[in-house]
C-alpha cells in the first residue's frame, strides 16, 4: 500500500512539473502573441525568428521547456530590449564540442558590437537565433541533424553579415582569384600558386574568415553552372584545409554565372575575400 501510495505521489508530482512546463511556454506564447512590436529591425527579426523556434519546439519536438526558452527571448526581442546570444555556461555541453562554440559566440558578439546589428540587421538576426539554436541542440547531443542545419545556417549567416560589413559583394573587391579551366573544378599549377599564397596569409597573423564565391561563365546549363561554381569553391576550401587552415573559418558561396561575355576565362575562377573589418 505504502509502495502504491509513493508510486501515485511521483505520478502526480511528475505530472505537475509537466503542466507547470506546459503552462509557462502556454504564457509566454500568449503573452508573445498580445505584446506589440518595437524595436529595430534588428530586435523584431529576432523576435520573429526565436517565435519560429519555439513553435518548432512545441509543435513538432514536443519540447515544452525550449520552448519555453524561446518564447522567452522572442518577448524580450519584440518588446525592443536587447538579447544576447545565449551564454554557453548556461548548458551542458559535451568539452570536445566546447572550443568551436566558444570561437563561433565570440565571432558573432564581435561583429554585433561593430555595428552588424545595423548594417545587416536580418542576417545578424538569423546568425543569433542559429546560434542559440545550434547550442540548444548540441546540449540535447542527440538530433544531429538539427545540430548540423543550425550549425551551418550560422556560418551562412554570419559570412553574409562580415562582407556587408566590409562593403557587400558588389563593392569589396576580391584580394585573389583562383581560375580554372573550361567545364571543371580542378585546381591547375597556377591555381596551387593562388591557393598557398592565400594559406600562408591564413596561417600568419591574419586571424579572420575567408568567403570563397565560386564563379561560372555562361557556357552551358544554369543549373549545372550553379553546381559547377559551387564544386570550385570545395575545391578551393578542401585544399586550404589539408594545408592545415581550420574549416570553420572559411565560408563558400555559389554565385553561379558571372556577368560578362558567354564564354569568358576570367569568369571561371572563385573569389577569395578576407572578411576583415575594424
Known sequence: MRNKVLSTGIKISTLSIFFAITGCSEYHKMVLQDTEEKGSEFTKTLAKEYEILGNTEQSIMYDEWSAAYYYHKALKAKEGCPVEPTQLCEWDIEEDKLPELI????RLV?????????VAPKMSAHAQTHFDCWVEQQAEGWQKEDIARCRAEFYIAMADVELMMVGGIEKTLPSDMVFFDLGNAHLNAESRHTVDKVAKVMLGDYKGHL??????????DEKH????????????????????INPHRIT????????????????RRVDILFLDYK
Open 225 to 244: 553552372n550553379q553546381q559547377l561554381s559551387k564544386q570550385r569553391a570545395m575545391m578551393v576550401k578542401k585544399e586550404l584545409v589539408r594545408m592545415g
Open 252 to 267: 563558400i558561396k555559389a554565385a553561379g554565372e558571372a556577368p560578362g561575355p558567354k564564354v569568358d576565362a576570367h569568369n
Open 211 to 220: 568567403l570563397l564565391v565560386g564563379r561560372t561563365d555562361h557556357l552551358g
Open 110 to 118: 564581435r561583429a554585433l558590437e561593430f555595428g552588424g546589428w545595423e
Open 103 to 106: 570561437a563561433a559566440r565570440e
